[in-house]
T-cell receptor, first 118, second 109 residues
């Protein structure tokens, strides 16, 4: 099946630093990728929709200047958490589905990146 | 009100038991429905899609009631390996998936 790879799988950083998370679709192209965040014992919450070659679409309440998304190619999207604070500690998961038009098929998830901000 | 509501559980059942999870959604424009499984500290994985006519995959049966905006998952003959959190997921058109907060299942020997 389709594979989405996410890196790093876990990261610990000091407050005030920036952290970049990469999401790659390994065997398919995707014009759209989705970034989710999951706090302990809570559901996955959509943060933003990453669009290849254009600006990301952010969900209400998500600061676009804090969570920078770059979708530079059809197989790579990056999420940068800028000036991270302890409240940003969470499990960040990207997802994508094969297809160049967004599509409605199965959504594949990366393995997730667990961020801990000290 | 949450878009997708689930009983958080946990459901503690013995091996071999039958267990049912329910889910309701608020967006009447939702067109696609899924159950995902998420193990602790792992990414969600698709368990099965849910179709209007109901569908079965081995020990798992999913039902959809569009009029009531209600989705269910039935697991028969529970195995220890079924222990996980089950996420009810809906999608409107080609939008991103909307997740419920999940129902935790613990199957005990």
């Amino acid at each position: 099946g389709a594979v989405v790879s996410q890196h790093p799988s876990w990261v610990i950083c000091k407050s005030g630093t920036s952290v970049k998370i990469e999401c790659r679709s390994l065997d398919f192209q995707a014009t759209t990728m989705f970034w989710y965040r999951q706090f302990p014992k809570q559901s996955l919450m959509l943060m933003a929709t990453s669009n290849e070659g254009s600006k990301a679409t952010y969900e209400q309440g998500v600061e676009k200047d804090k969570f920078l998304i770059n979708h530079a190619s059809l197989t790579l999207s990056t999420l940068t958490v800028t000036s991270a604070h302890p409240e940003d500690s969470s499990f960040y998961i990207c997802s994508a589905r094969p297809g160049l038009a967004g599509g409605a098929g199965e959504l594949f998830f990366g393995e997730g990146s667990r961020l801990t901000v000290l | 009100r949450k878009e997708v509501e689930q009983d958080p559980g946990p459901f503690n059942v013995p091996e071999g038991a039958t267990v049912a999870f329910n889910c309701t959604y608020s967006n009447s424009a939702s067109q696609s429905f899924f159950w995902y499984r998420q193990d602790c500290r792992k990414e969600p994985k698709l368990l099965m899609s849910v179709y209007s006519s109901g569908n079965e995959d081995g020990r798992f049966t999913a039902q959809l009631n569009r009029a009531s905006q209600y989705i269910s998952l039935l697991i028969r003959d529970s195995k220890l390996s079924d222990s996980a959190t089950y996420l009810c997921v809906v999608q409107a058109g080609r939008r991103a998936l909307t997740f419920g907060s999940g129902t935790r299942l613990q199957v005990q020997p």
